[in-house]
């Protein structure tokens, strides 16, 4: 290692503890991808090295030095995410995100942007009618927008919730559950009823569902209804047709927000039915009002091996389209 060049950094004990992580894990991480040293010297922090691995090393611990001072706990996922972004140069940092924060959990968790996709995503959330929030799972794609919705709802810009999502079964039939026929699509809209709890609390929760001001329901009982001033999520959108997305998009009335979230890669429809979500992506681009924010393995904000594993598939996918395309090429020479 050339360790001609070094620079200090002042961070007390408790900093220290926070941004070296259990067993000194996030500081091996930072040394072994830019391939210098950080160590403890009486208060302060030696980074050596190279010198401009050393300068970006110095700045990244800057970085999630004051977003910690702000509040926000150091996890791998900010570190990895800084490494990320320090060796594609963005210039925008971890501090810009960190600026944005839309609500707090009920146990006073700050929910903000951890990644420049999610704040590109919250952004157009804010900017536009219509949201299409496309991605991998663990990206964020639901909760960002189940926030946002909840913090429209809390300063009265819109007057209720309506998160829906089609009851699309993924190897098992409705009719074999047990129970009627909410309970039967309750464990499809489980994952929504969890992000509201852990956002407003299950009191909370309960009491303006009650109210009528907070619906959560499967995508057929959409149809026939105009949805006036109110925030709309449809989630797992990949799973509607042609027909459901246009119905759906159709019920959307005056003052209300949208907000369309789905995985391309993930779809539970049966063999020859084209998703709603990729028939929208090619019909609605281009229209004014409509946002479509892609967010990729980069924007996965669960444990790194989940975007590890996202990443793995990309590739493979990518792939395979690039392979079915030389064939589909060869074909079209050989016809010729």
């Not at 200090?8 to 067993?23: H, V």
């Not at 994952?191 to 995508?219: C, H, R, T, W």
């Given at each position: 290692?050339n360790?001609?060049?070094?620079m200090l950094?002042?961070?007390?004990?408790?900093?220290?503890?926070?941004?070296?992580?259990?067993?000194?894990?996030?500081?091996?991480?930072?040394?072994?991808?830019?391939?210098?040293?950080?160590?403890?010297r009486?208060?302060?922090?030696?980074?050596?090295?190279?010198?401009?691995?050393v300068?970006?090393?110095?700045?990244?611990?800057?970085?999630?030095?004051?977003?910690?001072?702000?509040?926000?706990?150091?996890?791998?996922?900010?570190?990895?995410?800084?490494?990320m972004?320090?060796?594609?140069?963005?210039?925008?940092?971890?501090?810009?995100?960190?600026?944005?924060?839309?609500?707090?959990?009920?146990?006073?968790k700050?929910?903000?942007?951890?990644?420049?996709?999610?704040?590109?995503?919250?952004?157009?959330?804010?900017?536009?009618?219509i949201?299409?929030?496309?991605?991998?799972?663990?990206?964020?794609?639901t909760?960002?927008?189940m926030?946002m919705?909840?913090?429209?709802?809390?300063?009265?810009?819109?007057?209720?919730?309506?998160?829906?999502?089609?009851?699309?079964?993924?190897?098992?039939?409705l009719?074999?559950?047990?129970?009627?026929?909410q309970?039967?699509?309750?464990?499809?809209?489980?994952?929504?009823?969890?992000?509201?709890?852990q956002?407003?609390?299950?009191?909370?929760f309960?009491k303006?569902?009650?109210?009528?001001?907070?619906?959560?329901?499967?995508l057929?009982?959409?149809?026939?209804?105009?949805?006036?001033?109110?925030?709309?999520?449809?989630?797992e959108?990949?799973?509607?047709?042609?027909?459901?997305?246009?119905?759906?998009?159709?019920?959307?009335?005056?003052?209300?927000?949208?907000?369309?979230?789905?995985?391309?890669?993930?779809?539970?429809?049966?063999s020859?039915?084209?998703?709603?979500?990729?028939?929208?992506?090619?019909?609605?681009?281009?229209?004014?009002?409509?946002?479509?924010?892609?967010?990729?393995?980069?924007?996965?904000?669960?444990?790194?091996?989940?975007?590890?594993?996202?990443?793995?598939?990309?590739?493979?996918?990518?792939?395979?389209?690039?392979?079915?395309d030389?064939?589909?090429?060869?074909?079209?020479?050989?016809?010729?």
């Amino acid at each position: 290692m050339n360790n001609d060049y070094t620079m200090l950094m002042d961070m007390d004990a408790q900093s220290m503890q926070k941004l070296f992580g259990t067993n000194d894990a996030y500081v091996r991480k930072v040394e072994d991808e830019f391939a210098v040293s950080v160590v403890n010297r009486d208060g302060s922090v030696k980074i050596s090295g190279e010198k401009g691995n050393v300068k970006k090393v110095y700045k990244l611990l800057e970085e999630l030095l004051q977003i910690s001072h702000k509040g926000t706990e150091i996890e791998e996922q900010n570190v990895n995410y800084a490494v990320m972004m320090s060796k594609e140069d963005m210039d925008d940092g971890l501090l810009t995100m960190d600026e944005n924060c839309i609500c707090h959990t009920i146990s006073g968790k700050p929910i903000q942007p951890k990644t420049m996709g999610q704040k590109k995503y919250v952004q157009a959330m804010q900017e536009h009618m219509i949201v299409f929030g496309l991605g991998p799972a663990g990206t964020g794609k639901t909760f960002l927008a189940m926030a946002m919705a909840i913090m429209a709802f809390r300063s009265n810009q819109v007057s209720r919730i309506i998160l829906t999502r089609p009851a699309i079964e993924a190897g098992e039939k409705l009719g074999f559950l047990p129970g009627d026929l909410q309970s039967k699509v309750d464990p499809y809209l489980r994952p929504l009823y969890d992000a509201l709890y852990q956002i407003m609390g299950a009191e909370s929760f309960q009491k303006n569902m009650e109210k009528g001001l907070i619906e959560v329901a499967p995508l057929a009982y959409m149809r026939g209804r105009t949805l006036d001033n109110a925030y709309i999520i449809l989630d797992e959108a990949q799973n509607t047709t042609e027909a459901q997305m246009k119905m759906f998009l159709t019920r959307i009335g005056f003052g209300s927000k949208v907000v369309i979230t789905g995985d391309a890669s993930q779809k539970d429809l049966g063999s020859g039915t084209r998703s709603g979500l990729d028939v929208a992506q090619k019909v609605l681009a281009g229209v004014e009002g409509i946002a479509f924010c892609q967010l990729t393995s980069k924007d996965v904000v669960r444990h790194p091996l989940v975007q590890r594993i996202v990443k793995a598939y990309e590739d493979y996918e990518a792939g395979m389209k690039r392979t079915k395309d030389r064939q589909a090429r060869g074909a079209k020479r050989k016809g010729k």
